[in-house]
């Protein structure tokens, strides 16, 4: 059983369009991260969200952390082929261990 | 620039063969971590350290072994390899209190035949 379900699995869009990711869990979480990894790369982390409620932006992507830090989204403004990948979230409710969601794979086409 | 590198990134080896995977960090990192993923499955942790001869069992130890006998070295062994080991192995390091900032590595697709 995945202790973090993400949705949707699997998203084709055109440049240009907006698109939300969701990362849902029945546990509470200390902190939830976001990771994107390219075809034939290990995953690279964009950031990390601690507090209920809290947003964070890096340039056209928004992350949000829900209010009882059991959930979070990504949204994706204006996408850009650049962005084509996958997208996993990963939480730690332990303290010394995280675990991944089973990832989105974004592609945006031209 | 941080960097993890795993020894091999492509990896053919026959059944009952025992299999090593090495991962090195020169981010002077305690903590080093060893996942498999699978589609659909996401990243699953194997094993994981958190200082020289230390380890603790992940979510799916079972037919895998670990050493870490330098700080910057991290192994990942499997005894006797079969085919439902075969995957994509990612090996990562983090700092020790941010455990959650993990760096990975390109990882090693091995496939058991």
């Known amino acids: 059983t995945q202790l973090l379900e993400q949705s949707p699995q699997f998203l084709s869009i055109q440049e240009g369009e907006n698109l939300t990711v969701y990362c849902n869990s029945s546990?509470?979480?200390?902190?939830l991260q976001w990771y994107r990894q390219e075809p034939g790369e290990g995953p690279v982390l964009l950031v990390t969200?601690?507090?209920?409620?809290e947003v964070k932006k890096l340039k056209r992507l928004t992350f949000q952390f829900g209010d009882a830090r059991k959930d979070s989204s990504l949204h994706i403004t204006a996408a850009q082929p650049g962005d084509t990948g996958l997208y996993l979230c990963?939480?730690?409710?332990?303290?010394?261990?995280?675990?991944f969601g089973a990832g989105t794979i974004l592609r945006v086409k031209s | 620039d941080v960097k993890v590198t795993q020894s091999s990134r492509y990896l053919v080896k026959r059944t009952g063969e025992k299999v090593f995977l090495e991962c090195v960090q020169d981010?002077?990192?305690?903590?080093m971590f060893w996942y498999r993923q699978d589609p659909g499955l996401g990243l699953r942790l194997i094993y994981f350290?958190?200082?020289?001869?230390?380890?603790e069992k992940g979510d799916i130890p079972e037919g895998y072994s670990v050493s870490r006998e330098k700080k910057e070295r991290f192994s990942l062994i499997l005894e006797s390899a079969s085919t439902n080991q075969t995957s994509m192995y990612l090996c990562?390091?983090?700092?020790?209190?941010?455990?959650?900032?993990?760096?990975f590595g390109p990882g090693t697709r091995l496939t058991v035949t």
């Open positions: 990562a390091s983090s700092l020790r209190l941010r455990f959650y900032e993990q760096y």
């Open positions: 546990s509470v979480f200390s902190s």
């Open positions: 969200v601690v507090t209920g409620g």
């Open positions: 990963a939480g730690d409710y332990d303290g010394n261990k995280l675990v």
């Open positions: 981010m002077d990192h305690e903590n």
């Open positions: 350290s958190y200082d020289v001869k230390m380890k």
